[in-house]
């Protein structure tokens, strides 16, 4: 694949994962486990509240061709096929659910130096169309993506933005929801290994008013333990300690809790994700 200025859905997404992946107030266990014949198994279970659910993943490569499918308790089987270079600088990416015949999608990817072209059809006898763009370099990049639905002749959903990145720093405006909502991150990396960064999203939804403005960051305290941190204006306080208690087994401690609300009750999670 080409050095190009990636997906659209790359546009601020080093912010958005700082901010949200990881957080959890559930309790989750997950443990992963590799064969020689290049097969990873992972088993996931998840309890939240009172209920309790599980699946089990298997990802198989081959060559260009990627084989991923998972089983959950509800008895559904997901799965994705995706192939690299079936035609020059592009991945093509099949999925569907089972028993669920009208979940299949087709996407196909397209690589350039200075763009990337992205184009997803649902596999149904009214399929949804979704198609994005972004031309630039892996500094500076513009873009949009818009989904239609062939079924009312309109469009579900289109959005613009521009993302700018440096060796140490990364800038995003987004502006989605059918121009009703304009995103604007910054992330600064702190340190040479990218280990520790801040970062400052403010979000402003138009029909509403409403402003949005959360700052977050991560903190190496060394090789095996981070720490990260988030709060928004509405006084939602997200932390979580991540440490990597044997070589690739992370034990993962989050919590939240609204410092506005009277009974300002703080939820907590656990999450044991165990690989060979």
């Known amino acids: 694949?080409?050095?190009?200025?990636?997906?659209?859905?790359?546009?601020?997404?080093?912010?958005?994962?700082?901010?949200?992946?990881?957080?959890?107030?559930?309790?989750?266990?997950?443990?992963?486990?590799?064969s020689g014949a290049g097969v990873a198994l992972t088993s996931t279970a998840v309890k939240k509240g009172g209920l309790s659910t599980g699946d089990i993943a298997a990802l198989y490569k081959y060559k260009n061709t990627i084989i991923d499918v998972k089983l959950d308790t509800a008895s559904i089987i997901s799965t994705t096929l995706t192939f690299t270079d079936i035609l020059p600088s592009t991945k093509t990416i099949a999925s569907f659910k089972l028993p669920d015949y009208n979940s299949g999608k087709l996407e196909v990817q397209y690589f350039h130096d200075h763009a990337t072209l992205t184009t997803a059809v649902a596999l149904n006898q009214s399929p949804i169309i979704d198609v994005s763009a972004i031309v630039g370099t892996p500094t500076i990049a513009f873009g949009a993506e818009a989904g239609y639905d062939t079924t009312s002749g309109g469009f579900t959903k289109y959005t613009a933005g521009i993302s700018v990145s440096k060796?140490?720093?990364?800038?995003?405006?987004?502006?989605?929801?059918?121009?009703?909502?304009?995103?604007?991150?910054y992330l600064h990396h702190l340190d040479q290994f990218k280990k520790s960064a801040a970062v400052a999203e403010i979000t402003r939804r138009f029909s509403t008013n409403e402003n949005t403005f959360t700052v977050g960051g991560s903190f190496a305290i060394d090789h095996l333990t981070q720490v990260k941190a988030r709060l928004n204006n509405h006084g939602k306080l997200g932390a979580l300690l991540q440490h990597e208690v044997i070589p690739k087994s992370v034990l993962t401690i989050s919590g939240e809790v609204d410092t506005k609300a009277l009974d300002k009750n703080p939820r907590f999670g656990l999450a044991i994700a165990l690989k060979p």
Do not use: E
């Not at 140490?168 to 991150?185: P, R």
């Open 1 to 34: 694949m080409s050095k190009g200025p990636g997906l659209f859905s790359d546009i601020g997404k080093k912010a958005k994962d700082l901010l949200t992946k990881d957080y959890s107030s559930d309790q989750k266990l997950t443990v992963s486990s590799y």
């Open 167 to 185: 060796p140490d720093s990364s800038a995003s405006i987004i502006l989605g929801d059918k121009g009703d909502s304009i995103k604007a991150s």
